[in-house]
């Protein structure tokens, strides 16, 4: 076992590490769970942790654990969803830059982090994580580390399993790998899957140019295998970055934002993982220059942040169809700096600045709106999960 482990009341003594929102903040263990995200501290990429309590709101950054050398701020080229992902009370993140072709998995606890294993992710540039039962699944996006695609190769998906009497080891499972061989030069953004576990969605960014972008379906087996070749393609897609899922009327819905025209698309995904087109809704006026990339859903509620804006769009789900409108072009602004990353949970939206590295929280509205309630201290730049230790 590695021993990295580094205690956060260690930093709690030493005052060094830690942060607080206010003077009197709670104890550790009235902590229900935690926020993680990446953290550019100048000299490479820690894992943060902010505590979460009972009404919702975060506290810290209470601990930084440091995972490389490398800067999370260095890939700016190519957006990336769901960078690192949660599965109980472990942790599953990309390692940064220098060293990018591992992932590794952590225990966390609300005293912070235990690295448990590091395993080689079968690809170029591992991105963004996925999970279905103890299977782990991992999109390799094949970027170089400016965020450029020419040259990485082919986007690639690989999987693991948690394994181990203790569950701390992560096993390659070699017949699980599926190279995206039509894709190269093209890069992914993200890897999902459907709420009932038959298919694994993968978003091909498509760097070349307009409209080169692509939703790739593989089915998956009783034992979370992909599929050998894909069930279904939707191509011709204007850069799909980001995309969250929906369960209406046992019927389930895809909802996909596309930095190319900030446009976000719905669709109902069939029997046999095929995609019916369901809507269309533009999120923003500015278009391309709205950069939309992150999405988080809410109940019947999605919310995607425009960096270049510093701000969060919104859009309302019709139940009875699956179809998505738009809500608000602006629905938040305030305390937004170049938003990224964005998480929705127990009524509150959390969502990532890049410039300043804070995390700012909204209240969601029984109508979908949002209400500003506060910015937390310094020590988030990309990715966030939460994880609950309840």
Same mark, same amino acid.
């Given at each position: 076992?590695?021993?990295?482990?580094?205690?956060?009341?260690?930093?709690?003594?030493?005052?060094?590490?830690?942060?607080?929102?206010?003077?009197?903040?709670?104890?550790?263990?009235?902590?229900?769970?935690?926020?993680?995200?990446?953290?550019?501290?100048?000299?490479?990429?820690?894992?943060?942790?902010?505590?979460?309590?009972?009404?919702?709101?975060?506290?810290?950054?209470?601990?930084?654990?440091?995972?490389?050398?490398?800067?999370?701020?260095?890939?700016?080229?190519?957006?990336?969803?769901?960078?690192?992902?949660?599965?109980?009370?472990?942790?599953?993140?990309?390692?940064?830059?220098?060293?990018?072709?591992?992932?590794?998995?952590?225990?966390?606890?609300?005293?912070?982090?235990?690295?448990?294993?590091?395993?080689?992710?079968?690809?170029?540039?591992?991105?963004?994580?996925?999970?279905?039962?103890?299977?782990?699944?991992?999109? +390799?996006?094949?970027?170089?580390?400016?965020?450029?695609?020419?040259?990485?190769?082919?986007?690639?998906?690989?999987?693991?399993?948690?394994?181990?009497?203790?569950?701390?080891?992560?096993?390659?499972?070699?017949?699980?790998?599926?190279?995206?061989?039509?894709?190269?030069?093209?890069?992914?953004?993200?890897?999902?899957?459907?709420?009932?576990?038959?298919?694994?969605?993968?978003?091909?960014?498509?760097? $070349?140019?307009?409209?080169?972008?692509?939703?790739?379906?593989? $089915?998956? +087996?009783?034992?979370?295998?992909?599929?050998?070749?894909?069930?279904?393609?939707?191509?011709?897609?204007?850069?799909? @970055?980001?995309?969250?899922?929906?369960?209406?009327?046992?019927?389930?819905?895809?909802?996909?934002?596309?930095?190319?025209?900030?446009?976000?698309?719905?669709?109902?995904?069939?029997?046999?993982?095929?995609?019916?087109?369901?809507?269309?809704? @533009?999120?923003?006026?500015?278009?391309?220059?709205?950069?939309?990339?992150?999405?988080?859903?809410?109940?019947?509620?999605?919310?995607?942040?425009?960096?270049?804006? $510093?701000?969060?769009?919104?859009?309302?789900?019709?139940?009875?169809?699956? $179809?998505?409108?738009?809500?608000?072009?602006?629905?938040?602004?305030?305390?937004?700096?170049?938003?990224?990353?964005?998480?929705?949970?127990?009524?509150?939206?959390?969502?990532?600045?890049?410039?300043?590295?804070?995390?700012?929280?909204?209240?969601?509205?029984?109508?979908?709106?949002?209400?500003?309630?506060?910015?937390?201290?310094?020590?988030?730049?990309?990715?966030?999960?939460? @994880?609950?230790?309840?």
């Amino acid at each position: 076992m590695k021993l990295s482990f580094l205690p956060i009341f260690i930093s709690l003594l030493s005052g060094a590490l830690v942060r607080s929102t206010d003077e009197d903040s709670l104890s550790l263990t009235d902590a229900t769970s935690a926020i993680f995200s990446y953290f550019d501290s100048g000299s490479g990429t820690d894992l943060s942790m902010y505590l979460r309590f009972d009404d919702g709101l975060l506290e810290g950054p209470r601990g930084f654990f440091p995972i490389g050398g490398g800067s999370i701020l260095g890939f700016s080229g190519s957006p990336i969803s769901k960078l690192i992902l949660s599965e109980g009370t472990r942790l599953f993140v990309r390692d940064p830059f220098e060293n990018a072709n591992t992932v590794s998995m952590y225990d966390t606890n609300p005293y912070g982090a235990l690295l448990l294993d590091t395993a080689d992710s079968g690809g170029n540039f591992p991105c963004s994580l996925a999970s279905s039962g103890d299977v782990i699944y991992v999109l +390799n996006c094949a970027f170089n580390d400016d965020g450029t695609a020419d040259g990485a190769g082919a986007p690639s998906v690989t999987a693991f399993r948690v394994e181990g009497r203790l569950k701390k080891n992560l096993r390659r499972l070699p017949n699980f790998s599926r190279a995206l061989t039509e894709y190269e030069n093209q890069g992914g953004s993200q890897i999902g899957i459907t709420p009932n576990g038959k298919f694994l969605i993968v978003a091909i960014l498509g760097k $070349s140019s307009p409209e080169a972008g692509a939703l790739v379906v593989f $089915s998956l +087996n009783s034992f979370g295998q992909p599929s050998k070749e894909p069930v279904y393609v939707l191509d011709s897609l204007n850069q799909p @970055v980001a995309f969250e899922f929906a369960v209406y009327n046992g019927k389930t819905f895809v909802y996909a934002v596309t930095q190319g025209d900030a446009t976000m698309l719905a669709y109902r995904v069939e029997e046999n993982g095929s995609l019916s087109f369901v809507s269309s809704a @533009v999120g923003s006026p500015d278009g391309p220059g709205a950069g939309l990339c992150w999405v988080a859903r809410y109940g019947n509620y999605l919310y995607g942040t425009n960096a270049p804006l $510093s701000s969060v769009s919104s859009w309302v789900i019709d139940p009875s169809d699956g $179809s998505a409108s738009l809500l608000e072009v602006d629905a938040a602004t305030e305390g937004l700096k170049a938003p990224v990353d964005v998480l929705a949970s127990d009524s509150i939206l959390y969502v990532v600045n890049r410039v300043g590295g804070t995390i700012t929280q909204f209240e969601i509205a029984d109508d979908g709106s949002l209400n500003y309630l506060i910015e937390t201290g310094v020590g988030a730049t990309g990715g966030i999960a939460l @994880v609950n230790f309840e």
